[in-house]
């Protein structure tokens, strides 16, 4: 099966710095990103805290109305959905997968608009509603089929604890993981290129167990990235869009433990 192992192109998550004058020193002490001091970290600390309070309180919503839209489309078009995956041009399913990453693209410009508080939940509204109707084919055929009984809610429980325990590291280390920007981008290229390859010489061969397993890596290597913006580098009013970066990431990160689980049950 091929039509269900595209994931989203993550792309930068944060397109919101405002360049200064003045830079920080980066990890391994080379000039990273500049320095910015509207930035959450140079808040003071009510402001700061409120910031990542609402950001988190957002990301929970985004991940429990994707749950619960998730399972009303499972409940009404489940086995109508199983019988498109076995019937349908592998190609409209590429079609569908260009798609989801122009709708992507247009969330996150939604979610960081500085004029419009309606448009900025617009596009986190929009990318919740995206992701669930692309999880659909995935979740339908783990759930119709015998062989994968039980992969979905562990997959969802390994999933929360590989970013509770990520997001815990960022925020007791205070490291800045901002210098993966750039191992980020090559990575999601080459997994874009990957996955468009395995439509035409492929298939989902192409896409086994060793491919979830790099992109379980990839998806680890955004929430490191992502969680270190929301205590370094987004604005304290950016909360909806540091919310919509961490949903992406959590998102991509569940896709590939359910491929892999399912790939372990073959």
Known sequence: MSNYNQDPYHGDQNPYRQPQAQQHPGMFGQTSMPYNPYAAANAEQVERLGFIRRTYLHLGAAVLAFALLEWLLLAVFREQVVGLIRNVNPMMFLIIFFGFIGVGWVA???????????????????????????????????????????????????????????????????????????????????????????????????????????????????????????????????????????????????????????????
């Open 108 to 266: 996150r410009y939604w979610a960081s608009s500085s004029t419009s508080k309606a448009v900025q939940y617009a596009g986190l509204s929009l990318y919740v509603v995206a992701e669930a109707i692309f999880f659909l084919p995935l979740l339908a055929y783990a759930t119709m089929v015998p062989q994968f009984e039980g992969i979905v809610p562990a997959a969802g429980i390994i999933t929360g604890i590989v970013f509770v325990g990520l997001t815990v590291a960022v925020f007791v280390s205070r490291i800045d993981f901002s210098f993966l920007r750039m191992f980020l981008i090559v990575g999601s290229l080459a997994a874009f290129a990957f996955i468009i390859a395995s439509f035409f010489f492929g298939g989902s061969g192409l896409l086994g167990p060793f491919f979830a397993c790099a992109m379980i890596v990839l998806a680890c290597g955004y929430i490191l990235y992502d969680t270190s913006n929301v205590m370094h580098h987004y604005r304290t009013d950016q909360h909806v869009a540091a919310a919509l970066a961490l949903f992406a990431s959590v998102a991509i990160l569940f896709w590939y433990v359910i491929r892999l689980l399912m790939a372990l049950r073959r």
